[in-house]
């Protein structure tokens, strides 16, 4: 039996990879175009708490992929150490970087990913925003012998969840999924109670 | 079928096909998603027809561009996928048309600067972080990595602090 995955992206498999590539980026562009996130208010509506749709989506997805993980991890399908070896944890720049990411994400309306959806559907905002992210990509390059020594800062190699609480992989699913629910419920009340603010404040003469 | 603009997926519906899209993707091609490494490998393509010895000379881009073409990986080719799906979500949806999302009282010019500005600031720091929210938090989230779920949260506080000061360009 073949174990997942599969060298897909070396030797003679290689042009068929690349050809997963495309119809994997189809599915994905597709399901974050009918999510909303293909416009900018959809998505910057989470940082003023008037959408929370950012959160409902990607909470989600994160849950359901990793339970598909660990459930296709148990039944010997997937290596799962194997992909987590590809995600190593170098805590200081990713904190510095998320922060970063997340001050561009207001500013642009979109983040990398769906700047490419809205500007395939026309938003020249999403196209401004594809733009700065290869400026900013370069940008970085050019820094780079700088900030040499703050990039390995925090490095924690292969460091998982599971590890650090000391939790099968199982458990932190539940635990993510407890979470996920509670911020759900937490979103929609937000929602709720700002969109009636909203209402009285326009209502008012 | 009528076509709605205003009508989107349900999103916890639309985070569990979103959830199996990630899900396939790691099982097949044995990595998560992402986006901005596209960008930077298209950088680099454009810095190298202007200046190849510029590219040479610098490590952080020579990476890219020393065994194959800088366009010659997965990522550019999922990318390309990305703004085909997206393109037909929106025509299929009502929601495709050239224009520029601001709020009412927004000059669709400084919308645009504010919009670079952004992305190159997000471009910056997703090289910094090792990824973007699709490379690191989404698919990093999913794997369990520490350092995916601390990029995470990172990216929601740095949202909400820059949040108020750009908030005139969305109302």
């Known amino acids: 039996m073949t174990t997942f995955p599969f060298e897909s992206l070396s030797g003679e498999h290689r042009d068929i990879g690349l050809a997963v590539g495309v119809a994997i980026g189809i599915a994905f562009g597709f399901v974050l175009e009918r999510s909303g996130f293909g416009r900018a208010q959809k998505l910057v509506g989470q940082f003023y708490g008037t959408d929370m749709t950012v959160l409902k989506v990607m909470f989600t ?66 196209a401004a925003t594809v733009l700065g992210v290869v400026v900013g990509s370069l940008a970085y390059a050019e820094a ?23 939790l099968p992989a199982g458990a932190v699913v539940a635990l993510v999924a407890g979470v996920a629910v509670g911020a759900f419920l937490a979103a929609e009340r937000i929602e709720r109670w700002l969109s009636s603010t909203a209402a009285r404040t326009s209502a008012a003469p | 079928m009528r076509r709605d603009p205003d009508r989107f997926w349900n999103p916890y519906l639309g985070g569990v096909a979103l959830g199996l899209v990630l899900l396939a993707t790691l099982v097949v091609m044995g990595k998560g998603l992402g986006a901005s490494s596209a960008n930077f490998r298209a950088g680099v393509w454009a810095v190298r027809a202007i200046a190849p010895e510029h590219v040479a000379s610098t490590p952080a881009l020579s990476w890219v561009a020393r ?77 369990m990595s520490v350092g995916a779920w601390a990029f995470m949260l990172s990216v929601f506080a740095g949202g909400y602090a820059m949040a108020w000061f750009v908030r005139r360009q969305w109302r």
Do not use: N
């Open chain 1, 61 to 126: 997805a994160i849950a359901t992929a990793m339970l598909g993980l660990v459930v296709l991890s148990s039944a010997g399908v997937l290596d799962l150490g194997a992909v987590q070896a590809f995600y190593p944890t170098y805590l200081w720049p990713m904190v510095a970087g998320g922060a970063a990411l997340g001050a561009g994400f207001v500013m642009a309306g979109y983040c990398p990913g769906t700047s490419i959806v809205a500007a395939a559907s026309g938003k020249l905002d999403g």
């Open chain 1, 144 to 166: 780079e012998p700088l900030l040499r020594p703050f990039l390995r800062a925090g490095e924690l190699g292969t460091y998982t969840l599971s590890r650090m609480l000391g």
């Open chain 2, 67 to 143: 065994d194959r073409h800088p366009l010659d990986d997965w990522i550019v080719l999922e990318v390309l996928g990305v703004a085909i799906g997206g393109a037909l979500g929106a025509i299929t949806s009502g929601r495709f048309g050239r224009e520029v999302l601001r709020g009412p009282t927004m000059g669709a010019g400084g919308r645009l600067v504010l919009a670079v500005g952004g992305g190159a600031l997000m471009g910056f720091a997703a090289r910094l972080a090792r990824g973007c929210t699709s490379g690191q938090a989404l698919s990093g989230g999913a794997v």
